[in-house]
């Protein structure tokens, strides 16, 4: 008799959190149950992505002589990209100085064209900072734009600028493995074989077809390390009782903000709630990354694509800069931000490294970051702020050129 109502209450368990994470993936896409592992790719999306963002060396670009919209509290914020590829300069007739590549924070995400930090510095200055920046680029994006892309001969700084969790992005080939629900992001990654630095091309070309992206995830299974090490972790299988209490804190945080704003039982979600839960996401993530900071085979990885950055520089008589942009997330975690700072203090022996973590604790963080859903970019007056530090540091060491 006891026996039955063991099975009968594990039965019902089981049954109940089968129910509340379908429920909860409505309003929460980073639920992930067996389903995510091929996703079904929509057809006019996948052919849009293919016209105006793919690209076959680097996985994905803003569109030449474009423009877009990024949006902060439902205001949305105009940016243009030039017929060169960088991002609209206020003075076009100045010459280029410096030619800075990265993530969003290059791109300086949700401000205007003229306060990024780029325009900040040059501002009056009687030079132009070209701001080639992408959002969710990894380190080693940066550097392949860099390498396939023409400057001209005035430029003398090449700046690659990222975040912390840089670390995880070099290593990724699919981005849904690592941030559920990127279907389309695909992209080339270095891997080291017999200690040496080897390109894995991008697994996705422009005539790919949506029948053959099933191929596609499976090799990548075996060749990008987080569908093991994130993806396989957090999927929700048979039996749904076990993989809930493998993240038993995360899914409990999670299931609290739907239960409070009674979303386990309606469709709508405030534009508040979205930032709370993704913040819970944010956190674990960066949590994540800043182990891999201790991991030797990424410290290997990192260390060898900076010092294939520095020899190209050297080789095309640019001075190469390193910046790192903590997100906010990562100034909170005070705990273990020393420990990817330790990392940058021994590559800045070989690399002029500016590393913003230290200088922006000391700043109301309120007032520099953005603080979105996103992790927080950097506001108006964020950008101002660190295009001083920024230009002070770079200063210390080329006083003269600048």
């Known amino acids: 008799m006891l026996l039955l109502k063991i099975i009968l209450i594990t039965i019902t368990l089981e049954l109940l959190i089968q129910l509340i994470i379908r429920r909860a993936k409505i309003n929460f896409s980073w639920f992930i149950n067996e389903n995510d592992l091929y996703p079904i790719f929509n057809k006019k999306k996948f052919q849009f992505?293919?016209?105006?963002?793919f690209h076959n060396k680097l996985g994905w670009i803003r569109k030449y002589n474009s423009e877009g919209f990024d949006s902060i509290r439902k205001k949305k914020v105009k940016f243009k990209i030039s017929k060169e590829g960088y991002r609209s300069l206020t003075k076009e007739k100045k010459?280029?100085?410096?030619?800075t590549f990265g993530d969003s924070y290059v791109f300086a995400r949700q401000?205007?064209?003229?306060?990024?930090?780029?325009?900040?510095?040059?501002?009056?200055?009687?030079?132009?900072?070209?701001?080639?920046g992408v959002g969710n680029y990894g380190f080693d994006?940066?550097?392949?734009?860099?390498?396939?892309?023409?400057?001209?001969?005035?430029?003398k700084f090449v700046i690659i600028g990222f975040?912390?969790?840089?670390?995880?992005?070099?290593?990724?080939?699919?981005?849904?493995?690592?941030?559920?629900?990127?279907?389309?992001?695909?992209?080339?990654?270095?891997?080291?074989?017999?200690?040496?630095?080897?390109l894995k091309p991008n697994p996705l070309k422009k005539n790919t077809k949506i029948n053959q992206l099933k191929n596609i995830i499976k090799k990548t299974q075996f060749s990008d390390r987080f569908y093991k090490d994130r993806f396989k972790k957090n999927i929700f299988e048979f039996p749904y009782t076990f993989s809930f209490l493998r993240n038993l804190k995360f899914n409990l945080n999670i299931l609290l903000y739907l239960l409070t704003h009674k979303l386990l039982f309606s469709n709508k979600q405030s534009d508040l709630l979205s930032v709370k839960l993704f913040s819970v996401?944010?956190?674990?993530?960066?949590?994540?990354?800043h182990k891999y900071y201790n991991d030797n085979y990424s410290k290997e990885l990192f260390n060898k694509i900076i010092?294939?950055?520095?020899?190209?520089?050297?080789?095309?008589?640019?001075?190469?800069?390193i910046i790192i942009f903590p997100q906010l997330m990562d100034l909170k975690?005070?705990?273990?931000?020393?420990?990817?700072?330790?990392?940058?203090?021994?590559?800045?022996?070989?690399?002029?490294?500016?590393?913003?973590?230290?200088?922006?604790?000391?700043?109301?963080?309120?007032k520099i970051y953005t603080n979105d859903k996103y992790g927080g970019h950097f506001s108006k007056l964020g950008n101002k702020i660190i295009s001083k530090i920024i230009f002070t540091e770079i200063k210390k060491k080329h006083m003269k050129i600048l």
């Not at 325009?119 to 200055?125: D, G, L, R, Y």
């Open 49 to 53: 992505f293919l016209k105006n963002s």
């Open 95 to 99: 010459k280029s100085l410096i030619a």
């Open 111 to 132: 401000v205007k064209d003229n306060e990024t930090w780029q325009e900040q510095i040059s501002k009056n200055k009687p030079y132009n900072i070209l701001n080639y």
């Open 141 to 155: 994006q940066g550097y392949l734009r860099y390498k396939i892309t023409k400057l001209n001969k005035n430029i």
């Open 163 to 198: 975040v912390p969790e840089t670390i995880c992005r070099i290593q990724s080939e699919w981005k849904h493995f690592i941030e559920f629900g990127n279907i389309h992001g695909f992209k080339p990654k270095f891997i080291l074989k017999k200690d040496k630095l080897v």
């Open 281 to 289: 996401v944010v956190k674990r993530n960066i949590q994540e990354a």
């Open 307 to 321: 010092i294939k950055f520095k020899k190209l520089a050297i080789t095309r008589r640019h001075i190469p800069i």
């Open 333 to 366: 975690l005070k705990r273990t931000t020393k420990i990817y700072q330790n990392f940058f203090k021994v590559v800045s022996k070989d690399v002029h490294v500016v590393d913003l973590t230290s200088f922006l604790l000391k700043r109301d963080l309120k």
